[in-house]
């Protein structure tokens, strides 16, 4: 299945790509019969209760050598983004947004929908707030199914609260231009084949890094989102060798 994106225009692409050497396993591969709503609901309704997959779901994706965090939490902002998940055609599909390239911070990227944490807001509240104002899902729509592990981002100092989240039917957006760009609908199924799964090689601060990335129809993720959407992967009970 193709990825379906809204507001089309260009999506960056980068050089030196191939194939990830890595492989799925744990539970039977995710098929199209098997990646309905429902049933990923169901699935996260029982796993999001128990211990995570945390670090080992994170560091399936995460660049090598990462960079060094900060081992103080009381330093780090903190900030939430709703891994918003829904269907179309029946088959589970999860939102992610390009942020616009105006934006001092992360312009450009893509990433879920969210932001900074706003005084006596709860994680879910901001998430949820953030994304109503980023793409105009309303908040009440939303059913919370729970939060996955909170990630350290260095480069901007937050810690990012992922909070997961369904819709049952799929939402019709209305982006801010002002901090979006456009959103790219993900099926779950897309996530899961090897054949999207790749890295390249960059440089940063002099050092060559090892970046693990999904390669989404021209469209790389990589880095702290790629990491968050591992992390669920690993959850639904698909592992990276």
């Keep these: 299945m193709k990825i379906v994106k809204q507001v089309c225009e260009p999506a960056p692409t980068l050089s030196s790509n191939h194939e990830l050497p890595f492989s799925w396993h744990s539970l039977p591969q995710m098929t199209l019969e098997h990646s309905d709503l429902l049933q990923v609901v169901e699935r996260l309704n029982i ?13 399936a994706l995460a660049p090598r050598p990462r ?22 055609e029946n088959i589970a599909h999860t939102l992610l947004t390009v942020r616009a390239s105006s934006l001092p911070q ?13 005084e006596n807001e709860a994680f879910a509240q901001a998430a949820l707030r953030e994304t109503q104002e980023e793409v105009g899902v309303p908040t009440t729509d939303v059913h919370i199914l729970g939060s996955l592990t909170p990630l350290q981002i260095p480069v901007s100092g937050f810690l990012l609260h992922p909070i997961v ?11 801010s231009r002002r ?4 959103v790219i609908e993900v099926p779950l199924t897309t996530l899961t084949n090897q054949k999207n799964l790749r890295r390249r090689w960059q440089e940063r601060d002099g050092i060559d890094i090892d970046v693990p990335y999904f390669e989404l129809d021209g469209t790389q993720v990589w880095g702290a989102t790629a990491m968050i959407l591992s992390e669920l992967l690993f959850t639904l009970g698909y592992e990276l060798n």
């Design 47 to 59: 796993n999001l209760s128990v211990e995570l997959p945390g670090l080992r779901g994170h560091a």
């Design 67 to 88: 960079r060094p965090l900060l081992p103080a939490k009381d330093q780090l902002r903190q900030a939430a983004g709703l891994l918003l998940l829904y269907p179309i």
């Design 106 to 118: 992360h312009g450009g990227q893509v990433s879920l929908p969210g932001g900074a944490i706003e």
């Design 165 to 175: 989240g369904a819709i049952y039917r799929r939402p019709k957006f209305r982006l």
């Design 179 to 182: 901090e979006v760009d456009r």
